[in-house]
């Protein structure tokens, strides 16, 4: 590939239905290296990136009569494209293009996928007060519905054309790998655009999102009775600046009525929005996606269950849900990554496995960190089956000793 088609020339004719194309810069990056850790690739290994290359893409655009502008960037290497396209999500508010998913990108990179990422037009601060409302008593809603939905459909769009302006033809296949708000993200695409994602990696998905918050502030709640309880930022913002529409609301004294009241209301407003918990992803399989999802069961932000409760439900409506969608509980990790347990590194391998050639996983391995400090290879199985361990196997065999018991 030349470096001389990156260039503004080159994207000329990327365009966006519903949306005016404010300005297209392009950066052509040589030399670039990074060590990029699994911690934030969630679903790949560690790797070192050597003297990379890539075109830079900035796209900025907004909704008109929405008042948003909001900036799009592409990464496509410059050589050894492997014909993927693999988007990367964003954490708490933000919707992505900051640290550290920039290094999760840089891995896309030194893989050889092209990758995206947006803003939602929101920016990249982990604080809510500067979009959440147009004034005191109205919320932005267009700025929440770019987050929740709207921009990751944007993405898709812009990323592909991008791509096939460059390359001379789109991707091959199209993947997703976030966790937390990129692990909602992720399941968003898979209920509200089945088509635009072959394979989709969520991890710790923020699901249940008028739910999970509410009940994030409940030991502060609680706390309360017996002294001062110190709430959880991001979902003080939430109750605060979305459901009351008031920046200076008193979350410290609130009564028991009133905190049923907010959880309530929030739901009532925002379910349709940003819950992402429509268990119906029956165009999602036959459109011929995958999703395989994970949790860590000791996530101390969001409670694991809240992911089987959504399989569970997927399931009830579609029974054949293994098919497709594959959850995966990780003993001793923390909240996308951290503790006992290290992350499931080769779940993204599996999921391209499973959708390109159509090899479902029925395990995948991770290293677990005993007691006494000894590292242990060990499997993950797909929920509701459960690993089980030979007691009679020399445990220096590593995954050799553990099965999958049970049914799918």
């Not at 993947?175 to 708000?181: I, K, L, M, R």
């Not at 072959?198 to 739910?211: L, V």
């Not at 999970?212 to 001062?228: D, R, T, Y």
């Not at 992911?307 to 054949?320: A, G, T």
């Amino acid at each position: 590939m030349s470096a001389l088609s990156c260039a503004p020339a080159t994207f000329g004719n990327v365009s966006l239905f519903g949306a005016e194309i404010l300005s297209l810069q392009t950066n052509l990056v040589t030399n670039y290296t990074i060590s990029v850790p699994s911690s934030v690739r969630f679903t790949q290994p560690s790797i070192e990136v050597q003297n990379a290359s890539f075109c830079n893409i900035t796209v900025i655009y907004t909704h008109p009569g929405q008042g948003d502008i909001i900036t799009f960037e592409s990464w496509l290497p410059a050589e050894g494209w492997n014909g993927r396209l693999q988007a990367v999500g964003g954490g708490g508010w933000v919707a992505g293009r900051s640290d550290p998913f920039y290094n999760a990108m840089g891995g896309a990179v030194g893989d050889g996928y092209a990758t995206i990422t947006t803003d939602a037009g929101l920016g990249n601060s982990l604080d809510a007060s500067s979009w959440a409302l147009l004034s005191p008593g109205n919320v932005n809603l267009y700025n929440l519905q770019n987050l929740a939905s709207v921009s990751l459909d944007d993405g898709a769009i812009i990323g592909k054309s991008l791509i096939k302006s460059y390359y001379g033809r789109g991707p091959d296949y199209s993947y997703w790998n976030g966790c937390s708000q990129g692990g909602r993200q992720g399941l968003m695409l898979a209920q509200r655009y089945p088509t635009q994602y072959d394979g989709i990696a969520a991890g710790a998905p923020g699901i249940q999102w008028t739910d999970f918050f509410p009940s994030m502030l409940w030991p502060q709640q609680f706390m309360n009775m017996i002294g001062q309880g110190v709430p959880l930022s991001i979902a003080a913002q939430w109750l605060s600046l979305l459901v009351a529409r008031d920046p200076g609301y008193d979350l410290f004294n609130l009564s028991h009525v009133e905190f049923d009241w907010l959880a309530h209301q929030g739901r009532q407003r925002y379910n349709s929005i940003i819950g992402t918990d429509d268990p119906d992803l029956s165009a999602f399989r036959d459109a011929g996606g995958k999703l395989m999802t994970f949790h860590g069961l000791v996530d101390e932000l969001l409670p694991p269950k809240g992911s089987v409760k959504y399989y569970n439900r997927v399931s009830d409506l579609i029974p054949e849900v293994h098919d497709f969608y594959r959850h995966f509980e990780v003993p001793g990790m923390g909240h996308c990554s951290g503790g006992r347990s290290g992350e499931p590194t080769s779940l993204f391998d599996q999921l391209r496995a499973w959708v390109e050639n159509g090899t479902a996983p029925d395990h995948t391995p991770v290293k677990v960190t005993t007691p006494k400090g000894d590292v242990q290879d060990r499997v993950l199985c797909p929920y509701p089956q459960k690993a089980v361990v030979d007691p009679t196997c020399d445990r220096a065999l590593g995954t050799q000793c553990w099965s999958c018991g049970g049914n799918l």
